[in-house]
């Protein structure tokens, strides 16, 4: 059967065609954040450059999950024989576009994570595991900051905390790991 519209016309309406996010993918991470007590993030937000899949905006850590054949995992790499040219340099385009956006953000001060489709199937305590590691160096890194001379990672007075970080809009970031 042939297509009603030109191709012109076709190339159009699909480019017109909005996905968000991988559905399923990002059920599996947040399902995990939320049954280890992982805190302080959102989903899918659109004013952080490359729209990260989860943001810890306090702490500033871009999370993203790749998809394998989106994104180009070398490991799970499966390019359709049909249209090869078109699929390979596609898929360039999104890895140029994800180093890109990971450097930009860098460069903003963020730290960023980006998760492969397939290990947050087969090792999701790996993919926690990361989170966590850059949650924990954020929140000795701010209490190191916060109390000078201070070498130990619990707070003294967590009333400071809550005192400082209502006036510089930042909270500890250690309270964002409740159950680690």
């Known amino acids: ?14 480019a017109a065609v909005r996905g ?9 991470l947040r399902a995990r954040l939320v049954s280890s007590g992982i805190s302080g993030w959102r989903v899918n937000v659109s004013n ?22 989106w994104h180009g995992c070398q490991r799970c790499r499966n390019i359709p024989a049909a249209n090869r040219m078109f699929w390979t340099r596609k898929i360039t385009t999104n890895k140029n576009r ?21 290990e947050l199937r087969r090792a999701p305590e790996t993919c ?10 954020k929140a000795v890194e701010y209490r ?12 003294a007075d967590p009333t400071l905390v809550k005192r400082r970080a209502s006036r510089t809009k930042f909270t500890d970031p250690g309270r964002l790991l409740s159950r680690t």
Request: glycine share 8%; charged share 25%.
């Open 128 to 137: 926690l595991s990361k989170i966590r590691v850059v949650l924990k160096a």
């Open 20 to 28: 968000w996010g991988n559905q399923t993918t990002e059920w599996r």
């Open 144 to 155: 190191s900051a916060s109390f000078p001379g201070s070498h130990s990672t619990h707070v």
């Open 98 to 118: 994800d180093r890109q956006v990971t450097r930009l953000l860098k460069g903003l001060g963020w730290r960023v994570i980006r998760l492969w489709e397939h």
């Open 48 to 69: 952080v450059p490359g729209k990260p899949d989860f943001v810890f905006d306090r702490i500033g850590l871009a999370v993203f999950v790749d998809g394998c054949f």
């Open 1 to 14: 059967m042939s297509d009603v519209f030109s191709k012109t016309k076709r190339s159009a309406i699909m």
